[in-house]
């Protein structure tokens, strides 16, 4: 009986709100296409998969291939700098856009505030690939500005993105020039959520402008900044491929490699598909108990989480 009221219930609210449906349905499509049909391949990670025999005619080799992941010698070199690349980015590139999204909040011109989001978004929009490529040009070139500078100051010539010291500050620091500005268009959305009668009791109360950021604004938008944290926590086995794969080279690879590019390179490069997805199905396990431990402690603390 409960299960028939569910269904009736769910046809009734398909009824009323049909539009809405029909608007949601390539979003849902997208994701059963292109996110959860997929999952069903995760099988290959417990056979040595073969092309030609396909799902049902290969060897199973249950563990095998994970055996192989937790004994490889790269294995903690590739945990290593995928942790240090992701707590890096919590530290220093999830903060931007909040910091960013409240200097641009205190702007009273509107048609200059218009004009610096319009610049701070326009990097998101660039590829990683000519990202990387700017930041060559900028740095490596001979005739770079920052070379000549160099040269000018007297001190000799030197590699930024060839230096495995520098491997992970260049990396931040691309991330936040090209995705801070895009981070702000959901943070500007909360903050205009925030009711301006809250900022007038709070000056007739003798709160200066850093005071009413620090009680009015930043409470105001965080519940979206501990959604928005739990989100990236989930994500903290992931790196942008493209990136790393691009900034990465045979001097850094000891600090850049990551499992992103590591799965490239022995999935698609050496053609073993099986081990690659062993290492794939451990990334989305660890994300997947990161996720839920997180939303646990959030609603511990009395926020709203993802669920």
């Known amino acids: 009986m409960k299960a028939t009221r569910i269904r009736l219930t769910l046809l009734k609210d398909i009824r009323r709100d049909h539009w809405l449906y029909i608007m949601a349905l390539p979003g849902i499509l997208y994701f059963l296409l292109f996110k959860y049909w997929p999952m069903g391949g995760v099988i290959i990670a417990f056979q040595n998969f073969q092309p030609f025999t396909g799902f049902f005619g290969s060897e199973w080799v249950g563990l095998k291939h994970f055996h192989r992941l937790f004994s490889d010698p790269d294995f903690f070199m590739l945990l290593r700098n995928t942790l240090m690349l992701s707590f890096y980015q919590l530290v220093f590139a999830f903060p931007a856009p909040i910091l960013l999204s409240l200097m641009l ?45 160099i040269a000018s100051l007297g001190f000799e010539k030197f590699s930024l993105m060839m230096d495995p010291e520098l491997f992970r500050p260049m990396y931040i620091l691309q991330v936040i020039w090209r995705d801070s500005g ?69 001097l850094t690879r000891d600090v850049g490699e990551v499992f992103d590019t590591y799965v490239y390179r022995v999935g698609l490069v050496d053609g073993q598909l099986s081990y690659a997805t062993s290492v794939g199905l451990f990334k989305g396990v660890v994300g997947l108990i990161l996720v839920v431990l997180a939303n646990w402690l959030v609603k511990k603390s009395g926020e709203e989480g993802l669920y």
């Open 105 to 149: 909040n205190e702007l009273r011109r509107e048609w200059f505030k218009r004009w610096i989001q319009t610049l701070v978004y326009i990097p998101h929009f660039m590829s990683w690939v000519v990202v990387v490529a700017m930041f060559f040009v900028i740095f490596e070139s001979e005739q770079s500005l920052f070379q000549s500078w």
């Open 182 to 250: 895009w981070g702000t268009v959901i943070y500007l959305a909360a903050l205009a959520a925030i009711s301006p009668e809250l900022y007038e009791a709070a000056k007739m109360d003798g709160a200066g402008r850093f005071r009413q950021i620090w009680h009015i604004t930043l409470p105001g938008i965080r519940s979206t900044i501990v959604i928005l944290l739990l989100l990236k926590i989930s994500d903290i086995l992931e790196t942008s491929f493209d990136h790393v794969f691009n900034i990465v080279n045979s």
